[in-house]
């Protein structure tokens, strides 16, 4: 729970410490009434082992209040007078929270403590010997997956669109793209990974044309002269079918065609003027002004998303899937491979050890400032009850001691004195 000032508070555990804190108040003060009522019966006593019990509980006293005096000056005014330099918690918290800021900052926030405490953590054995473990690779997997299929169906649409209407499409308009498309096109042909979709076209004109045989035939026809017989038209339609089949036919079946020698050198020119042509270039440049002004390119964009992404979700939920099973093996892969390759751990932990550095030189300064901020906003008074309630059981022990000691003390000065003429 929260308090009302920001102080975390566990009723619970509030409700022990002030029980702690009254029953060792209570031991101290009865050390303190026990030591008044020992002097009392023991006054005027300077002989013998009453003048030792007599001078003992009088420094008992003293030791006792003198430190009762001290320890309540910590979160309050003894007796409420206003005594100087007491109440210290309420009337210092700012100057302790800038204390607190300060030692942070020099003892936390310097480049070779947190090189050091980087290095001997070895942050990258340890996460290798971590996912190595029984079940944690599945586990980081499943969680990194459940993550990411949330994350992206909690993307809104609308502000995707956004982003390629403002960010995208703009940038792409700006962007001169017909170099690299040519680029791109040139090493395609080079590759020949051009050549399935060669064959991937011929297969469907030549579908096309045994699909609609009627049809390719009406349109020969209607090109005829008129003075022609129709015999011979039907004729000559028939055979131009035949023959763009075998034609089609033979450029399927051979990588060598004419045909295919021809197109891969249009391929080439094309893209090496996409590449040195000006006005090729133009004309690239404003195919593709054209193409990107389409009011259906951004719907287009946006069904490609909606697609990719929902593929991408069902892959990463599918629990049993390929995608998660890929995950753990890289991941496995991942741990092996770092716990035997020593160079490559300490490589990563240099890099862990730069990331934390740069972090914390960037923004070093804004967390330790957060410590003098919040000790501003809390309220003095409450401020000390709550550290009083922190450690005023552990400083009551400084009452009993100074009671104990101080008494001890008078004894010794009591010897002292006795062996003095």
């Given at each position: 729970?929260?308090?009302?000032?920001?102080?975390?508070?566990?009723?619970?555990?509030?409700?022990?410490r002030?029980r702690?804190?009254?029953r060792?108040?209570?031991?101290?003060?009865?050390?303190l009434?026990?030591?008044?009522?020992?002097y009392?019966?023991?006054?005027g006593?300077?002989?013998?082992?009453?003048?030792?019990v007599?001078?003992?509980?009088?420094?008992?006293?003293?030791g006792?209040c003198?430190?009762?005096f001290?320890?309540t000056?910590?979160?309050?005014?003894?007796?409420g007078?206003p005594?100087p330099?007491?109440?210290?918690?309420?009337?210092?918290?700012?100057?302790?929270?800038?204390?607190?800021?300060?030692f942070?900052?020099?003892?936390f926030?310097?480049?070779?403590?947190?090189?050091e405490?980087?290095?001997?953590?070895?942050?990258?054995?340890?996460?290798?010997e971590?996912?190595?473990?029984?079940?944690?690779?599945?586990r980081l997997?499943?969680?990194?997956?459940?993550?990411?299929?949330?994350?992206l169906?909690?993307?809104?649409?609308e502000?995707?669109?956004?982003?390629?209407?403002?960010?995208?499409?703009?940038?792409l308009m700006r962007?001169?793209?017909?170099?690299?498309?040519?680029?791109?096109?040139d090493?395609?042909?080079?590759d020949?990974?051009?050549?399935?979709?060669v064959?991937?076209?011929?297969?469907e004109?030549?579908?096309?044309l045994?699909?609609?045989?009627?049809?390719?035939?009406?349109?020969?026809?209607?090109?005829a002269?008129?003075w022609?017989p129709d015999?011979?038209n039907?004729l000559?339609?028939?055979?131009?079918?035949t023959?763009a089949l075998?034609?089609?036919?033979?450029i399927?079946?051979?990588?060598?065609?004419?045909?295919?020698i021809?197109l891969?050198?249009?391929l080439?020119?094309?893209?090496?003027?996409l590449?040195?042509?000006?006005?090729?270039?133009?004309k690239?440049?404003?195919?593709?002004?054209?193409?990107?002004?389409?009011?259906q390119?951004?719907?287009t964009?946006?069904?490609?998303?909606?697609s990719?992404?929902?593929v991408v979700?069902?892959?990463l939920?599918?629990?049993d899937?390929?995608?998660r099973a890929?995950g753990?093996?890289?991941?496995?892969?991942?741990?092996?491979?770092?716990?035997a390759?020593?160079?490559?751990?300490?490589?990563?932990?240099?890099r862990?050890?730069?990331?934390?550095v740069?972090?914390?030189?960037?923004?070093g300064?804004?967390?330790?400032?957060?410590?003098s901020q919040?000790?501003?906003?809390?309220?003095?008074?409450?401020?000390?009850?709550?550290?009083e309630?922190?450690?005023?059981?552990?400083?009551?022990?400084?009452?009993i001691?100074?009671?104990?000691?101080?008494?001890?003390?008078?004894?010794?000065?009591?010897a002292?004195?006795?062996?003095?003429?």
């Open positions: 729970m929260s308090g009302p000032l920001g102080f975390i508070v566990d009723p619970a555990v509030d409700a022990q002030r702690d804190l009254r060792m108040r209570t031991v101290a003060t009865g050390l009434v026990f030591a008044a009522i020992v009392l019966f023991t006054r006593q300077d002989h013998g082992i009453l003048g030792f007599n001078a003992g509980a009088e420094a008992s006293m003293v006792a003198a430190d009762w001290a320890v000056a910590l979160f309050r005014h003894p007796l007078l005594i330099h007491t109440a210290l918690i309420p009337r210092k918290k700012e100057m302790i929270g800038r204390s607190l800021e300060e942070v900052a020099e003892n926030m310097h480049e070779a403590i947190i090189r405490r980087v290095i001997d953590a070895e942050p990258t054995r340890r996460m290798a971590w996912a190595l473990a029984p079940g944690h690779a599945k997997v499943d969680e990194v997956a459940t993550v990411g299929a949330h994350a169906s909690r993307i809104p649409d502000d995707v669109r956004a982003i390629i209407v403002q960010a995208v499409l703009p940038r962007e001169p793209v017909s170099s690299l498309a040519g680029g791109l096109l090493q395609v042909v080079r020949e990974a051009h050549v399935g979709l064959d991937l076209a011929l297969d004109c030549r579908s096309w045994v699909d609609n045989e009627d049809l390719f035939e009406s349109l020969i026809r209607q090109r002269p008129a022609v015999a011979v039907d000559v339609a028939r055979r131009i079918h023959e075998k034609w089609l036919a033979d399927r079946r051979d990588p060598h065609h004419d045909v295919r021809a891969d050198k249009l080439i020119d094309l893209a090496d003027n590449q040195h042509d000006p006005v090729t270039q133009a690239a440049e404003r195919l593709k002004e054209r193409m990107l002004s389409h009011p390119v951004p719907e964009a946006m069904s490609l998303w909606t990719a992404r929902g979700i069902a892959a939920e599918d629990v899937g390929p995608v890929r753990i093996e890289e991941v496995t892969a991942l741990g092996k491979r770092l716990l390759d020593r160079a490559l751990r300490d490589r990563i932990d240099a862990i050890c730069d990331i934390t740069y972090a914390v030189e960037r923004y300064t804004e967390l330790t400032q957060v410590i919040t000790v501003d906003r809390w309220d003095g008074k409450e401020t000390a009850e709550r550290v309630l922190q450690v005023g059981r552990d400083l009551q022990f400084i009452r001691n100074g009671t104990l000691v101080g008494g001890l003390i008078g004894m010794l000065i009591h002292v004195s006795l062996l003095i003429p």
